[in-house]
């Protein structure tokens, strides 16, 4: 199993930034993909970006232009950065990681970070 420890979550007002990070550990594994969900009250859980292992990264449609997914230069920490954030934004953002060990995928999730976006 790989280990997730997110971090950067708060409560900002509207307009405002914030910069969400997951970190993985563990031994002898490889990353194929990570990517950023996030889930608000009463809403199903929902795809923010992703990034592979060779930096492409992909968007929601509704949020491209506003957040950018990024990878550390280690490639097993990955970035989430919010800027303008509107109230609709809040959630608690969750970390998805796809690794390998040998031939076999594994997916594993973060604990989740709350994002409150104030009007």
């Known amino acids: 199993q790989v280990q997730l420890v997110e971090s950067g979550g708060g409560l900002v007002q509207a307009g405002g930034s914030l910069r969400l990070s997951c970190a993985a550990s563990?031994?002898?594994?490889?990353?194929?993909?990570m990517a950023w969900y996030r889930q608000a009250p009463g809403k199903q859980r929902e795809l923010v970006a992703g990034?592979?292992?060779?930096?492409?990264?992909n968007y929601a449609d509704s949020l491209k232009g506003r957040f950018t997914i990024s990878r550390g230069n280690a490639k097993n920490t990955m970035y989430l950065q919010m800027n303008d954030l509107k109230p609709e934004d809040t959630a608690v953002y969750y970390c998805?990681?796809?690794?390998?060990?040998?031939?076999?995928?594994?997916?594993?999730w973060g604990q989740g970070t709350q994002v409150t976006v104030s009007s």
């Open positions: 998805n990681v796809r690794w390998k060990r040998g031939i076999v995928e594994y997916v594993d």
């Open positions: 563990g031994n002898g594994f490889s990353i194929n993909y």
């Open positions: 990034i592979t292992s060779s930096d492409n990264t």
